[in-house]
């Protein structure tokens, strides 16, 4: 994947993003040096996002630019896909998690979220959730 299209691909996931302002930082010229190619800010968290393909490397005054961002408070790396994007924006969002089921790590989609996506560990959690049910059931 070139450069251009991986911005292209994460500047669309970040459209659909609830709270999300977004914008792409055009280099050349005319823009700012060292600047991350995107840049966002989402429900009051910034983030700058220096994309490069899976071979390509930052430049010292985009290393720089990034160290400064988070020395900032905001959020800022070098990613390679939108998969990437997504795992920061979302683990942001909702935080991490460690399922109870298998004990692996997970990026919540939802604040109570317990279990990871796995289909055994939601068959776990759709068990738990029908045992709670019978036992208040029988309480009453
Ligand atoms: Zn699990």
């Known amino acids: 994947m070139k450069e251009a299209d991986i911005v292209k691909a994460i500047m669309k996931y970040l459209k659909t993003v609830p709270g999300c302002f977004c ?79 298998c004990g692996a790590f997970f990026i919540k989609n939802g604040s109570r979220q317990k279990y990871c996506d796995n289909p055994e560990c939601k068959k776990a959690r759709n068990r738990a959730k029908a045992q709670t049910y019978y036992h208040r059931k029988n309480n009453h």
């Open 23 to 101: 914008w792409k930082e055009h280099g050349g010229m005319y823009g700012t040096a060292g600047i991350p190619d995107i840049i966002a800010c989402i429900n009051g968290h910034f983030y700058g996002f220096e994309v490069k393909t899976e071979s390509g490397k930052p430049t010292k005054l985009q290393e720089a630019t990034i160290r400064k961002i988070i020395a900032a408070g905001g959020t800022a790396m070098v990613v390679r896909s939108v998969e990437e994007v997504r795992a920061i924006v979302e683990g942001n969002m909702y935080g991490y998690g460690v399922c109870v089921n």
